[in-house]
């Protein structure tokens, strides 16, 4: 029997020791996985125009098939991601990303705009369990020092994803027509999963559900391969029973978990407003339609780069502090739209601010609750994490719709976006209380 004095706890060993082959190896499957999330999660609205010309249907009609996605991936990351704790995450971003290709594929096949809907609720859900459980077997394996910037980086490429899309949509749907970006967006996700298959399972998976698989040997060989399997071990985390979402309730998490959630809801709350609205809102301040593409970009880009520094930063100076100043910073911008001129570089400069701290946040979030979960209920934290924010994404654009056809102005609607903001920033110090 090997000496207790001599075993290691696996988050150890893998602090201890550079990234290896595997663990990058892992790292760049689950972003290449979320790239083609990001593709699929933006082909609806790129493909709206062509369809709407096939189909002989006015715009809005699409509005079902819309919003479908995202009412499923709140289910799914809700209901389906949290299985990845107790099935393992690799054996559930297999199956989410086959559901994203199939859902994907019968949207090409679609007849009608009620089939339409349905199939983007398929790919929805496939896209809730896969980005959750991506964003978990990412964060099994990265060290701690390194985590929040390498989960970060690694989900900042669904951004990636729509950006391609984006770019490749109008060059494909010429070739193929509408059904074209569906098929691309069908057959990526699926090659993504066949490549899974290849990757290894999280080690801390398996040693606190499968103790003694072949598996756990396998990857630490290719890991530390100094190192006995027989001694390496998970701890056994504080008030975990099911591994469950009654389990994101214990004393150890209660507070986290509701902080957690208030700022994901908060953030894409604005975000999705942000995202659905600002081009119109712009346009009503009296920009032209080509300045109001460019501010969207602005924004967008703000968030990739938001993203990656706010990430860099939590690593060296703590996450909640350095998210609180973020939501201060994005607070602070959007009271200046009542002060500041409408002009193209004022706002354009306030958008950029805004969609580095807004953005950014929306894809650093998830790494900061990599901190405060065990990887025993790591994708159940983060997939209700995720489903918390798919809330304020549905209320967004419905309630600045409502605010907007009430007469608000522009300036108006946008300043009040700080009280959001605000909120958020409020979680963030209940965060930093509630983990002492």
Not at 138 to 167: E, I, K
Not at 296 to 312: D, K, P, S, T
Request: with cysteine; hydrophobic share 55%.
């Amino acid at each position: 029997m090997a000496n207790a004095a001599a075993r290691v706890e696996i988050q150890d060993l893998i602090d201890s020791r550079p990234l290896s082959g595997t663990q990058i190896f892992v790292i760049v499957v689950c972003a290449l996985s979320v790239v083609f999330d990001g593709f699929d999660l933006q082909v609806m609205a790129l493909t709206v125009p062509a369809l709407s010309q096939a189909w002989g249907l006015p715009p809005p009609q699409f509005s079902a098939a819309l919003s479908a996605s995202l009412f499923g991936m709140g289910l799914g990351a809700a209901f389906l991601a949290p299985l990845g704790d107790r099935y393992g995450r690799r054996a559930m971003l297999v199956l989410s990303l086959i559901a994203v290709g199939i859902g994907a594929l019968a949207c090409a096949g679609a007849q009608n705009v009620t089939q339409l809907a349905v199939f983007r609720f398929i790919t929805g859900i496939g896209l809730g369990v896969s980005m959750p459980n991506a964003i978990a077997l990412t964060a099994d394996y990265a060290p701690r020092a390194r985590r929040s910037a390498l989960v970060t980086a690694m989900y900042c490429n669904t951004a990636t994803g729509a950006l391609v899309a984006g770019l490749s949509a109008p060059w494909i749907v010429a070739r193929l027509g509408w059904q074209g970006p569906f098929l691309v967006g069908g057959v990526l996700p699926i090659a993504a999963a066949l490549l899974l298959l290849v990757t290894p399972e999280s080690l801390k998976f398996l040693l606190h559900r499968r103790p003694g698989h072949a598996s756990i040997a396998r990857i630490l060989r290719r890991i530390a391969p100094a190192v006995d399997p027989a001694t390496v071990y998970v701890a056994p985390p504080p008030d975990v029973s099911s591994g469950g979402m009654r389990d994101l309730f214990a004393p150890s998490y209660r507070l986290r978990t509701l902080w957690l959630w208030l700022a994901f809801a908060m953030n894409a709350f604005i975000l999705y407003l942000l995202v659905s609205w600002l081009p119109t809102l712009l346009l009503a301040a009296g920009w032209s339609a080509s300045q109001a593409q460019q501010a969207v970009a602005f924004n967008q880009a703000g968030g990739i780069l938001g993203g990656l520094l706010l990430a860099w930063l939590m690593d060296r100076l703590g996450g909640e502090r350095i998210l609180l100043v973020g939501f201060l910073v994005s607070a602070a911008s959007l009271l200046l739209f009542l002060v500041a001129p409408s002009g193209f570089w004022t706002w354009g400069a306030l958008l950029l601010v805004i969609g580095a701290c807004i953005g950014g946040a929306q894809f650093a979030l998830p790494s900061l609750g990599t901190r405060y979960y065990p990887a025993a209920i790591l994708s159940t934290g983060t997939g209700w994490g995720s489903a918390a924010a798919r809330v304020g994404a549905f209320v967004a654009p419905l309630l600045g719709g409502a605010l907007m056809a009430g007469g608000m102005t522009t300036q108006n609607l946008l300043t009040l976006l700080a009280l959001p903001a605000l909120v958020a920033a409020v979680a963030m110090v209940g965060l930093s209380k509630a983990g002492k």
